[in-house]
């Protein structure tokens, strides 16, 4: 914890927080962050350039408020991938889907919010940040989500917004859309919001929760463009919700939040959805073979319907093994949970780079 000197007013609840940290350290193979190894190609770097461009005179000129084709383009997008019929009205967009949960907490988070712990950690950071009491509601011993659990607690709790990520980050694993279905019945019963944040939906098989909105106006649904998109260094995130909601985000964004060239940027990466999404069923392929080869060393393996493994079964500190694999050139995640790992899918050669320093590193 830092020591903040005496004469700065900062807010007491800011006090005892570190700020967002996952190390940005380099390594050989870097596998902390979830985003996806590809690179753009250089066809779609062409036409971000191009794009970016044609706008160059009027950047001068304060960006569209509204977003409106970049917003357009994303509805069209989630039709295409979820079969629904939303428009420019159920969609918002903003700088990473953290934006977005940031503007949830400051038009709605006012009562409380509870979240299902392990789970993303910045749900509670902003509800902190924003002023937001946080629940820290439970889960299975294994990860998963009990439902009927967790539609107990929402009954008891009456938290105006819960939170439900899936597939779940650290754990990779979904939640079933049946079960999403009921939550939101919960929700609703108690007038609260059901947040879902679907950051690695593409990497899964299980429907959208996107499909529910029309019958369930209380769901709202987070994706971004920074992970199966291969778009993390964009910062673009977006929110399907009910047009009322999307409109309370209105009240609390910052004046022209998405910058012009973010705007184009994401419009023209939007063209080229299907190169990019090519590479999701690779990753998905390559996440079950690189989990086979981890059990073949011994490690227990989360199943998992993302781009990442949690994994266990250590015969030493977690800590320590996140060490010494940084030591080999392999950056993974220490997710805080103790016995406990988190690994990226990366390419070919990082996977087999992260296999064979953790099975040195294991033999230690
Ligand atoms: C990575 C991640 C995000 C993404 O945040 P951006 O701000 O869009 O980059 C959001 N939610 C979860 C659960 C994530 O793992």
Same mark, same amino acid.
């Given at each position: 914890?830092?020591?903040?000197?005496?004469?700065?007013?900062?807010?007491?609840?800011?006090?005892?927080?570190?700020?967002?940290?996952?190390?940005?350290?380099?390594?050989?193979?870097?596998?902390?962050?979830?985003?996806?190894?590809?690179?753009?190609?250089?066809?779609?770097?062409?036409?971000?350039?191009?794009?970016?461009?044609?706008?160059?005179?009027?950047?001068?000129?304060?960006?569209?408020?509204?977003?409106?084709? &970049?917003?357009?383009?994303?509805?069209?997008?989630?039709?295409?991938?979820?079969?629904?019929?939303?428009?420019?009205?159920?969609?918002?967009?903003?700088?990473?889907?953290?934006?977005?949960?940031?503007?949830?907490?400051?038009?709605?988070?006012?009562?409380?919010?509870?979240?299902?712990?392990?789970?993303?950690?910045?749900?509670?950071?902003?509800?902190?940040?924003?002023?937001?009491?946080?629940?820290?509601?439970?889960?299975?011993?294994?990860?998963?989500?009990?439902?009927?659990?967790?539609?107990?607690?929402?009954?008891?709790?009456?938290?105006?917004?819960?939170?439900?990520?899936?597939?779940?980050?650290?754990?990779?694993?979904?939640? &079933?859309?049946?079960?999403?279905?009921?939550?939101?019945?919960?929700?609703?019963?108690?007038?609260?919001?059901?947040?879902?944040?679907?950051?690695?939906?593409?990497?899964?098989?299980?429907?959208?929760?996107?499909?529910?909105?029309?019958?369930?106006?209380?769901?709202?649904?987070?994706?971004?463009?920074?992970?199966?998109?291969?778009?993390?260094?964009?910062?673009?995130?977006?929110?399907?919700?009910?047009?009322?909601?999307?409109?309370?985000?209105?009240?609390?964004?910052?004046?022209?939040?998405?910058?012009?060239?973010?705007?184009?940027?994401?419009?023209?990466?939007?063209?080229?959805?299907?190169?990019? &999404?090519?590479?999701?069923?690779?990753?998905?392929?390559?996440?079950?073979?690189?989990?086979?080869?981890?059990?073949?060393?011994?490690?227990?393996?989360?199943?998992?319907?993302?781009?990442?493994?949690?994994?266990?079964?250590?015969?030493?500190?977690?800590?320590?093994?996140?060490?010494?694999?940084?030591?080999?050139?392999?950056?993974?995640?220490?997710?805080?949970?103790?016995?406990?790992?988190?690994?990226?899918?990366?390419?070919?050669?990082?996977?087999?780079?992260?296999?064979?320093?953790?099975?040195?590193?294991?033999?230690?």
């Amino acid at each position: 914890m830092s020591t903040w000197p005496q004469w700065l007013p900062l807010r007491e609840e800011l006090v005892p927080m570190s700020p967002y940290g996952a190390p940005q350290v380099s390594a050989e193979a870097s596998l902390n962050t979830n985003e996806n190894p590809f690179s753009p190609s250089p066809a779609l770097i062409k036409a971000i350039a191009d794009r970016v461009s044609a706008i160059g005179a009027q950047l001068n000129r304060y960006p569209d408020r509204e977003a409106t084709s &970049l917003r357009t383009a994303l509805a069209s997008y989630v039709n295409s991938q979820s079969g629904t019929s939303i428009d420019i009205s159920n969609v918002w967009a903003a700088n990473g889907s953290n934006e977005i949960i940031q503007s949830i907490f400051l038009a709605f988070g006012r009562k409380s919010a509870l979240g299902f712990t392990p789970s993303y950690s910045m749900h509670p950071l902003i509800a902190k940040v924003t002023a937001t009491p946080w629940i820290d509601g439970t889960r299975r011993k294994d990860f998963t989500l009990d439902c009927d659990a967790a539609s107990a607690q929402i009954e008891s709790l009456r938290p105006a917004l819960t939170f439900i990520t899936t597939p779940n980050n650290p754990t990779g694993s979904a939640v &079933l859309i049946g079960e999403i279905e009921s939550l939101a019945r919960s929700t609703k019963n108690v007038g609260g919001l059901l947040v879902i944040d679907e950051a690695y939906a593409e990497f899964s098989s299980e429907k959208s929760a996107v499909t529910l909105i029309e019958k369930y106006p209380n769901v709202v649904v987070i994706r971004t463009m920074s992970k199966a998109f291969a778009f993390a260094g964009a910062r673009v995130g977006y929110l399907v919700a009910h047009p009322s909601v999307i409109d309370a985000m209105r009240l609390v964004r910052l004046p022209y939040h998405l910058s012009a060239l973010t705007q184009v940027a994401a419009s023209a990466a939007l063209e080229f959805s299907d190169e990019l &999404l090519a590479t999701v069923q690779g990753l998905i392929a390559a996440r079950e073979d690189v989990a086979s080869r981890m059990e073949q060393l011994g490690l227990e393996v989360v199943p998992s319907c993302s781009n990442f493994l949690l994994f266990s079964g250590f015969k030493r500190a977690s800590a320590d093994v996140w060490k010494d694999l940084l030591d080999k050139g392999v950056l993974i995640r220490d997710v805080g949970l103790e016995g406990y790992l988190r690994v990226t899918i990366g390419n070919e050669a990082e996977n087999n780079k992260f296999l064979s320093a953790l099975k040195e590193v294991l033999n230690k």
